[in-house]
Antibody, heavy 123, light 108 residues
Framework: EVQLVQSGAEVKKPGESLKISCKGS????????IGWVRQMPGKGLEWMGIIYPGDSDTRYSPSFQGQVTISADKSTSTAYLQWSSLKASDTAMYFC????????????????WGQGTLVTVSS | EIVLTQSPGTLSLSPGERATLSCRASQSVSSSYLAWYQQKPGQAPRLLIYGASSRATGIPDRFSGSGSGTDFTLRISRLEPEDFAVYYC?????????FGGGTKVEIK
């Protein structure tokens, strides 16, 4: 069974750094892209970026380029999403998801999702 | 960037009724690269449909997708109690990937 297990909820202050994780199991972690999706409170879904754990090839949505860093450690089958300086507007639920599809990095959809990590940024 | 507009915003129906959800794109979605997801409160989204009309593994056949170009539709033939949720479409024909704003299917 494909599983993506994310790290627990975080409460941070503006300006602090944060790294959240997403551990994959039940499939070959290095053979599938992993994506990150943001959901702000009461809002819809926004694609942030994706990474190929096999070689760490990473692509970002223009909306999130420079705002976050996506990485992966294939030795532990874990993908990461990190911020160097959080803002209140980063308060949201963040989902990781396994990517399916072929062709270019954006001809993809998400077939398995983590349970989400709630990040709250407040002074 | 392709903007996806879902309608209606909320659909109020009774169990057993048929639901028809619309997803309209601001420009043509190449190769019918459109997916649909279901999200229940407090849960992650679940893939229902990809390639506009292919059901994902384990998805009941009461869910069906259709459409091409700029107009796509998700139909639920007979609503079961567990189908009341929010539904999102997502295009993957061009970068960046984008999602629609969602349609909430609520119990009437």
């Amino acid at each position: 069974e494909v599983q993506l297990v994310q790290s627990g909820a975080e409460v941070k202050k503006p300006g602090e750094s944060l790294k959240i994780s997403c551990k994959g199991s039940g499939y070959s972690f290095t053979s599938y892209w992993i994506g990150w999706v943001r959901q702000m409170p009461g809002k819809g879904l926004e694609w942030m970026g994706i990474i190929y754990p096999g070689d760490s090839d990473t692509r970002y949505s223009p909306s999130f380029q420079g705002q976050v860093t996506i990485s992966a450690d294939k030795s532990t089958s874990t993908a990461y999403l990190q911020w160097s300086s959080l803002k209140a507007s980063d308060t949201a639920m963040y989902f990781c998801a396994r990517v399916q599809g072929s062709g270019t990095y954006y001809n993809v959809w998400f077939d398995a999702w983590g349970q989400g990590t709630l990040v709250t940024v407040s002074s | 960037e392709i903007v996806l507009t879902q309608s209606p915003g909320t659909l109020s129906l009774s169990p057993g009724e048929r639901a028809t959800l619309s997803c309209r794109a601001s420009q043509s979605v190449s190769s019918s690269y459109l997916a649909w997801y279901q999200q229940k409160p407090g849960q992650a989204p679940r893939l229902l449909i990809y390639g506009a009309s292919s059901r994902a593994t384990g998805i009941p056949d009461r869910f069906s997708g259709s459409g091409s170009g700029t107009d796509f539709t998700l139909r639920i033939s007979r609503l079961e109690p567990e189908d009341f949720a929010v539904y999102y479409c997502q295009q993957y024909g061009s970068s960046p990937l984008t999602f629609g704003g969602g349609t909430k299917v609520e119990i009437k």
